[in-house]
């Protein structure tokens, strides 16, 4: 079909995710994609962008690989589907098991399989609730989770997500979930050193769980570098400061690597980046690369032990799990993907590209008046942009929508950037693949984009 019947169809009959919907309903998509090969997108009329998201931080090894594509139809054609229930198993998922333990960032022991992100998360919860039930504690029940946080969008991890936008009409979050500040420099560090803001935000938990009670959390759950809340790396010393204090309140910490997982840091896994010590880790997206929808929560022996042991006394099996865990056809997606970032050595991609991606946003970026931060590392980044910077942050109206502009604006020069929400934040994030003359290419449209923008609003 031609590209204006593509997306008249797709105005009739879709919604979307995170799209206003009376907007989508009226005007039709943005834009319909019909192929990708690299960091290339491909629209219905034949017009190329430079995805410099990598989907939502997901195409790690970049579209159109044929080494995923054939594993995936390899493994469809010899075991298409093959549950996990009552300790049913097959070859793929028990291999991935194998490698993702062998692979964790620290020791860890047993691994589950889901779908997404979201339902990754919901499951940390149920087992950090069937663990503190299981070894009488049952009032354990209460999770802290981080402003600016994002966990995904089913009830729980909805809730555990601290961005206001996304609660707003779904009665969230849940009573149980407490947020705590996030670890951001420009806002709630301003004016401090990394230490004076690391004894901040300790100080925040320390409040948060004596005002809760220590008896009444179960975990926290934390990104080694927050993605979607703002590309905000935590400052130096942060996470053994904050570990020290869930350690000593047998409060169990959750790493959601579902961004920073295989590689985006440059490192394997942000927890090792950020000198992490999670009790669970949560991955999904780099996975597979996105070639199929598979999550995973990997286990510590500590965990493991008591709701194998104890769980299994009081409740009989361990009653939960989705029709796709373990999909066969995902645990080779996830194999394949593996094996081409390992091959082909992508960490050291992701590094040096990364350090030319950092280089860039900087040049282009830190020395305007409107830009209040220029973060990330390797190959995550943001700019952030605000109305005045000195003597500490001003935002703009939010009514303006600098930063959703800014993306429009670099999208009709063919590049395909995000807008992060609450924020005037833009992300970049593309697959370890990209070039440096196309991060280049990304990083220019960007700051023409934003200097027409500004342009606008300085009129
Ligand atoms: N956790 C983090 C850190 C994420 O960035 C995301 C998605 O962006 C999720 C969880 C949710 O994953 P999904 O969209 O696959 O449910």
């Not at 990754?120 to 504690?137: F, H």
């Not at 830190?366 to 500490?392: N, T």
């Not at 009514?399 to 993306?407: E, G, M, N, T, Y």
Request: aromatic content about 8%; charged content about 20%; glycine content about 12%.
């Amino acid at each position: 079909a031609a590209a204006a019947d593509l997306a008249e169809i797709d105005r009739r009959y879709s919604f979307h995710p995170f799209t206003a919907l009376a907007d989508h309903e009226r005007d039709g998509p943005s834009m319909v994609i019909t192929g990708g090969k690299g960091s290339t997108l491909t629209d219905a009329s034949g017009r190329d962008y430079i995805d410099a998201m990598a989907g939502l931080w997901c195409v790690n090894v970049g579209y159109g690989r044929t080494e995923l594509a054939d594993a995936m139809r390899d493994q469809a054609a010899q075991l298409s589907y093959c549950h996990a229930f009552s300790s049913m198993s097959s070859d793929k998922p028990a291999l991935l098991a194998e490698k993702l333990i062998g692979m964790a960032p620290v020791p860890m022991s047993k691994v589950f399989f889901g779908n997404s992100g979201s339902d990754a998360n919901d499951t940390q919860v149920k087992l950090v609730w069937y663990y503190n039930n299981a070894r009488g504690k049952p009032g354990k029940k209460k999770i802290i989770a981080r402003q600016r946080g994002y966990h995904g969008v089913t009830v729980m991890s909805g809730g555990m997500t601290g961005l206001p936008g996304l609660h707003a009409g779904f009665d969230l979050p849940l009573p149980f979930v407490k947020h705590v500040m996030a670890p951001r420099k420009l806002w709630e560090g301003h004016g401090l050193s990394d230490a004076e803001f690391v004894a901040k935000l300790v100080d925040d938990l320390e409040q948060t769980i004596a005002r809760e009670g220590a008896d009444t959390i179960g975990a926290m759950i934390a990104e080694p570098l927050m993605g979607a809340g703002g590309v905000l790396a935590p400052p130096p010393g942060y996470y053994p400061a904050i570990q020290a204090v869930l350690r000593r309140h047998d409060i169990l910490l959750i790493a959601d690597e579902v961004i920073c997982g295989f590689g985006r840091l440059g490192d394997m896994f942000g927890t090792t980046t950020m000198g992490m010590e999670p009790d669970l880790i949560t991955v999904a997206k780099g996975l597979t690369s996105a070639y199929f929808p598979l999550s995973a929560c990997i286990v510590s022996e500590k965990v493991w032990r008591v709701i194998a042991d104890e769980g299994s006394k009081a409740y009989g099996a361990f009653g939960h799990g989705y029709t796709y865990s373990s999909h066969p056809v995902g645990a080779a997606a996830a194999l394949a993907n593996l094996q081409l970032i390992e091959e082909e050595q992508m960490l050291g991609k992701v590094r040096s590209t990364g350090a030319h991606l950092q280089a860039k946003l900087r040049e282009a970026f830190a020395d305007h008046p409107l830009v209040g931060e220029v973060r990330g590392q390797a190959l995550i980044g943001a700019v952030e942009f605000v109305k005045s910077k000195d003597g500490g942050p001003v935002g703009f109206d939010p009514a303006l929508k600098v930063a959703p502009r800014i993306v429009k604006g670099a999208l009709a020069r063919g590049v395909i950037g995000r807008a992060l929400p609450n924020a005037d934040s833009v992300a970049f994030s593309p697959p370890f693949i990209i070039t440096e003359a196309e991060v280049e290419k990304a990083v220019g449209a960007f700051r023409d984009a934003a200097d027409e923008v500004l342009g606008e609003l300085r009129r």
